[in-house]
């Protein structure tokens, strides 16, 4: 089991299996996993398809309950759905005919509380994600990122202590994802939540966690725990810190041995001719 750095718990995750059955067939998700997660940190998951990282999470969030261990969220034993949380998925899942500020407090209409009580914060998050201008704007008039950044802003309106975010980038191209990287840390250290993050990018765990679990192919078991060092704020200048390069080759070479990567052709190989 690994501990997190001292301090008020935040995750406790004790000895976690997850069996999903189909008639006779019976698939184990996860197996055995056990971790802690301290209160204001931010860990990011990462392991291949099917490792069951989004499972994890949804356990975590009391989306579904696992078939052997324990897991507490701030203290409390997780039975049902956790509702002091906010999510944050691949899809936005936005409502269409609803604006982006409507969307946002969406969130607090569905909790029955009074969405004019919570207008002003809801400006304020759509300010802190660069979307102060595009409060009036419907989903299809938005750029991927805009209504990724407007699924962010939804999943904090309430203002919970644990943010959960399942491949939150996956969708997005390559250099928004990299911005709403840099602005999803900027954000945290705004906020300092507790965050779980699960992301299939290597580059991404290591920019912008605290600690990198890495997870084995599937049943899913926690392989390795990694300390992030690196000062922050990290930016774009995070991939040029020699403590980012040790780490992405180490997680790297974990998922090399284990057989989810392969190396494919070394520099000077030449391709195999056919036989004349």
């Given at each position: 089991m690994t501990k997190a750095d001292p301090g008020d718990a935040g995750i406790a995750i004790r000895g976690v299996a997850k069996m999903f059955r189909r008639g006779a067939t019976e698939t184990r998700a996860l197996d055995d996993v056990s971790l802690d997660v301290g209160a204001g940190e931010f860990v990011a998951i990462v392991g291949p398809s099917g490792c069951g990282?989004?499972?994890?999470?949804?356990?975590?969030?009391?989306?579904?309950?696992?078939?052997?261990?324990?897991?507490?969220?701030?203290?409390?034993?997780?039975?049902?759905?956790?509702?002091?949380?906010?999510?944050?998925?691949?899809?936005?899942?936005?409502?269409?005919?609803?604006?982006?500020?409507?969307?946002?407090?969406?969130?607090?209409?569905?909790?029955?509380?009074?969405?004019?009580?919570?207008?002003?914060?809801?400006?304020q998050l759509l300010d802190q994600v660069g979307l102060a201008d595009r409060a009036d704007r419907y989903p299809h008039e938005l750029s991927g990122g805009m209504r990724q950044r407007t699924a962010i802003a939804r999943a904090l309106l309430h203002d919970p202590p644990l943010l959960m975010m399942d491949e939150p980038f996956g969708a997005l191209d390559a250099l928004t994802r990299e911005q709403m990287r840099i602005d999803l840390e900027m954000l945290w250290l705004a906020s300092r939540k507790t965050v779980l993050f699960i992301t299939h990018s290597i580059d991404e765990a290591v920019l912008l966690a605290d600690r990198v679990v890495v997870m084995t192919p599937g049943p899913?078991?926690?392989?390795?725990?990694?300390?992030?060092?690196?000062?922050?704020?990290?930016?774009?200048?995070?991939?040029?810190?020699?403590?980012?390069?040790?780490?992405a080759e180490s997680i790297t070479s974990i998922f090399l041995a284990r057989g989810v990567l392969s190396r494919g052709a070394r520099a000077g190989d030449q391709p195999a001719t056919r036989p004349s």
């Open positions: 990282k989004s499972t994890l999470m949804r356990l975590v969030a009391g989306l579904m309950m696992p078939s052997a261990g324990t897991i507490d969220v701030f203290g409390r034993r997780v039975a049902a759905p956790v509702t002091d949380v906010g999510i944050v998925f691949q899809s936005p899942i936005l409502l269409d005919w609803r604006d982006v500020l409507a969307n946002v407090l969406f969130q607090v209409e569905i909790r029955g509380l009074r969405a004019a009580g919570y207008r002003d914060r809801a400006r899913g078991r926690i392989e390795r725990i990694l300390d992030v060092p690196m000062a922050r704020p990290r930016g774009l200048a995070g991939r040029r810190d020699h403590q980012f390069v040790d780490l």
